[in-house]
Nanobody, 113 residues
Framework: AQLVESGGGLVHPGGSLSLSCAAS????????MRWWRKAPGKAREFVAG????????NYASSVEGRFTISRNNAKNTLYLHMAALKFEDTAVYYC???????WGRGTQVTVSS
């Protein structure tokens, strides 16, 4: 199995950014997916999760209302749209298959003026 995140970068506070996670080597559409993040000096933090059919989503309180998780099972891709970004959103963002404990290598998001 392979998970490859992309879409990270540098963005100003208040800006938006969309991340993607391309999945391969397993039946993507059968698995719950999650986004996590890790900032320097902090523990890894759950960001958002989505059920296999996208019927259910859940978010960390710190991103609720600003981030949107979605998926396209036909394209084996997970997404995270981030809006109203704050300095504290700066982190490496990872996609994860919790049932298998599979992780991508992450993509860096830096919010800076």
């Amino acid at each position: 199995a392979q998970l490859v995140e992309s879409g990270g970068g540098l963005v100003h506070p208040g800006g938006s950014l969309s991340l993607s996670c391309a999945a391969s080597g397993f039946h993507f559409g059968s698995h719950i997916m999650r986004w996590w993040r890790k900032a320097p000096g902090k523990a890894r933090e759950f960001v958002a999760g989505i059920s296999s059919t996208a019927a259910t989503t859940n978010y960390a309180s710190s991103v609720e209302g600003r981030f949107t998780i979605s998926r396209n099972n036909a394209k084996n891709t997970l997404y995270l749209h981030m809006a109203a970004l704050k300095f504290e959103d700066t982190a490496v963002y990872y996609c994860n298959v919790p049932q298998r404990n599979w992780w991508g290598r992450g993509t860096q998001v830096t919010v800076s003026s």
